[in-house]
């Protein structure tokens, strides 16, 4: 044991004097991480349209009407979801507001003059200026609804009417009876204003009444957490850089031992072939492992990535860690010499990782390469990441990547370190 | 002791090491002699076990011990210095020893003791913490020395340990070489320098296209490859060159017939043993 961890820590040594080698696994995914967190963080604040979720639990003629208004409304773009999967939806990331009509919400749209209108919104605190965005979209359609019924007297009579009842069935008094008096004249206000002519400059009779919406915002995070900022999701994919970069140096690390002579070294030392592997294997494990806790380490205290579970992140990065470690071994048997090894690993890599989310997040992709990044062990290291960063996984949700990413590693490892070509020249 | 007994080994049809037969006793140095492409190399890796002949048994033996060099347990009493220097450039000097000597089991105060007596062999207690890519062509070879010896093996095997150094670096390992010696290793030295075959080796094996061609001490090879001296005679501005093997009787005969001027009389040497014996047409 002493022999392998003598081994392993040349290795990590080395690894780490090596510029080009630090730079790729360290500096390069770092850099990617703060470019695209930046970027995505600009984006997501940007005038495009904000994708929202919206939950219709009203399921009322007045409800639909609404829905429609909003989907009309430029800079929104509406996706009507079943209630069950709205928390799946945010969770994901894949909005960052989800707007809930409650019942009763229809009813109060065609009647506003007991009970205001109401919506839920639920929304990613860090994104307060889509949150604004998405809050003043719904006032405008509220107040254009209150317009409509407004200007249509059948409408409107049908509110008062329904009004009228519910305060004749209230015990007498000189308040009760004002009130009357009042639902009695209004059906005609804006006859009246049309024809005093003013009809335009007080923009309808909005201005009779307070705000046409009530909004009661909820922020996701305490228990819905989405990636609380894009920092979370560009950190994820900077640990699998960082595990990409470690396994390509380290795949590159035998066959430099091979061409420099040193493996004829480590032959000739009293140790097994088993020895050597154990070493390659632990040193790029503690490599990665280091190298990606490093990292989130670095999001978490600077860039203020909140993990939901430490235990579940630990766990990640070692599966990950694992995985790409096999992958490590099986390169090295396809690279028989360092410029192959680098070839092959980058050129392997880097497909398989834009396919698996690791440039461009996932759930942006079009559904049939979703499906396909099943393929990419990148798709399942980010999954792992991104369920104890910020999609908030339980144990058992993440045991799917953890058991894919293991078996990888482990599949990987095997046949490799029984390829591996042990001569020396 | 290590022993080749009618060791064989091929690579396809090219036959590297062909029935190659001899024994390096302890306190010396062996020389295997030959030119580019002789099979000294391939020896070698057979002799540390990273190579398994075709025919024949390479042992490490005494009357303790009998044992195959592939064998883990007895590669703790055996150190190679490669023909290719293999060092890990990165990391210094004393942390290659260090690591190395960690590999053969050595730990704590045993280590650092072996780490600072392999520094000082090899010159560079100075530069030890100086990482190898920045040493000299001259510290690389002989800090490669020092790595084979930082566990204190019973036979080193040295494969052309002075390529590419320049004479005061040559100096200093020639010296290492006859100081490990003196403390009665066995030291097997492949060259195709003849003057460092000469100087160094006490028995030396001539090989060619994998097969021995002699082996004796240096003057036994001499006295009978060698042939005949040459006596190199300057007359005015003419110079001419007679082969003999009385050189006192040919320079009477050429004084008989005109004045000689100046004379140098150079005896057969280990070059033209070799020479006489591997013949002059270029390999590889
Ligand atoms: N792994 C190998 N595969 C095929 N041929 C080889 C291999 N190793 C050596 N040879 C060949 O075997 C022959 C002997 O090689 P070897 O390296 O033992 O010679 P050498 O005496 O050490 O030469 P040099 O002085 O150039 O180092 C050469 O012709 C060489 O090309
Ligand atoms: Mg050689």
């Known amino acids: ?425 | 002791m290590l022993v080749f007994d009618h060791v064989s080994k091929s690579f396809g049809d090219l036959r590297a090491v062909d029935d190659l037969s001899f024994e390096v006793e302890a306190g010396e140095v062996f020389g295997l002699l030959g030119p580019n492409g002789a099979g000294k190399t391939t020896a070698i890796n057979m002799a540390v076990g990273l190579l398994e002949p075709d025919e024949g048994v390479v042992r490490f033996a005494d009357e303790a011990f009998d044992r195959d060099p592939r064998d883990a347990e007895n590669r703790r009493s055996l150190g190679l210095a490669p023909q290719s220097i293999a060092l890990y450039e990165q990391i210094g000097g004393a942390d290659n020893l260090r690591f190395f000597g960690r590999l053969h089991g050595l730990r704590g105060s045993d280590l650092e003791e072996r780490v600072v007596a392999c520094l000082d062999f090899a010159d560079l207690t100075d530069v030890g913490k100086k990482v190898v890519s920045k040493y000299s062509g001259g510290m690389k070879r002989r800090l490669n020395l020092a790595v084979a010896i930082i566990h204190d093996p019973e036979l080193v095997l040295l494969d052309e340990p002075t390529v590419g150094v320049d004479p005061q670096s040559r100096n200093a390992i020639f010296e290492r070489v006859e100081q490990l010696r003196d403390a009665g290793k066995q030291v097997v030295y492949t060259t195709h320098y003849m003057e460092e075959a000469q100087r160094l080796c006490d028995r030396v094996a001539i090989i060619d296209r994998g097969r021995l061609m002699a082996l004796d001490t240096v003057p036994a090879l001499i006295e009978v490859h060698g042939g005949p001296g040459n006596l190199v005679v300057r007359t005015g501005d003419s110079e001419s060159r007679h082969e003999t093997t009385d050189p006192l009787g040919t320079l009477a005969e050429l004084q008989a017939r005109q004045a000689v001027d100046h004379f140098q009389y150079l005896p057969p040497d280990l070059e033209t043993v070799f020479l006489n014996l591997t013949g002059r047409a270029l390999r590889d």
């Open chain 1, 1 to 425: 044991m002493n022999k392998i961890v003598a081994m392993a820590a040349k290795d990590i040594h080395i690894l780490f004097r090596d510029k080009l080698g630090f730079f790729f696994t360290v500096f390069f995914p770092l850099m990617m991480a703060i470019f695209f967190g930046a970027m995505f963080a600009g984006l997501s604040r940007g005038p495009a349209n904000i994708p929202i979720a919206l939950v219709d639990q009203d399921r009322t003629a007045a409800s639909e009407r609404f829905i429609e208004r909003l989907g009309q409304a430029s800079g929104l773009a509406v996706e009507q979801i079943p209630g069950e999967e709205a928390l799946e939806q945010v969770r994901r990331g894949r909005t960052a507001v989800l707007v809930t009509l409650t019942p009763g919400f229809g009813a109060a749209l065609d009647n506003p003059f007991v009970t205001t209108p109401e919506v839920e919104m639920t929304v990613d605190p860090t994104q307060f200026a889509v949150a604004g965005m998405v809050r003043g979209v719904l006032l405008e359609a509220a107040g254009a609804e209150l317009q409509d019924l407004m200007s249509d007297p059948a409408r409107l009579g049908a509110a008062n009417s329904q009004n009228s009842l519910f305060f004749e069935s209230l015990p007498p008094s000189d308040a009760r009876d004002q009130m009357l008096t009042f639902l009695d004249l209004s059906p005609r206000v804006s006859s009246l204003i049309d024809e005093m002519g003013l009809g335009a400059a007080t923009g309808g009779n909005q201005g009779f009444f307070g705000p046409p919406l009530e909004i009661e915002q909820t922020e996701v995070q305490a228990e819905r957490p989405g990636p609380t900022n894009s920092y979370a999701t560009s950190f994820a994919q900077a640990m699998l850089w960082t595990l990409i970069g470690g396994s390509v140096s380290f795949s590159m690390s035998i066959a430099i031992e091979r061409s420099r002579g040193t493996l004829m070294r480590l032959l000739v030392a009293p140790i097994t072939a088993r020895h050597l592997l154990a070493a390659k294997g632990l040193a790029c494990l503690g490599a990665t492992l280091f190298t990606s806790s490093a990292l989130i380490t670095l999001g978490i205290t600077v860039f203020d990535v909140r993990p939901t579970s430490y235990p579940l992140l630990a766990l990640a990065l070692l599966c990950g860690s694992i995985c790409f470690c096999g992958i490590m071994m099986a390169l090295s048997v396809i690279g028989g010499t360092e410029q192959a090894a680098a070839g092959i690993g980058w050129g392997l890599s880097l497909p398989l990782s834009m396919l698996g989310g690791g440039m461009v997040p996932l759930f942006l992709m079009p559904e049939w390469m979703q499906r396909l990044a099943n393929i990419s062990p990148m798709k399942w290291t980010l999954m792992a990441y991104e369920g104890a960063i910020w999609r908030g996984f339980t144990l058992n949700e993440m045991l799917l990547p953890c058991t894919v990413l293991v078996a990888i590693g482990v599949v990987a490892f095997t046949l490799g370190a029984r390829r591996l070509r042990w001569d020396t020249g």
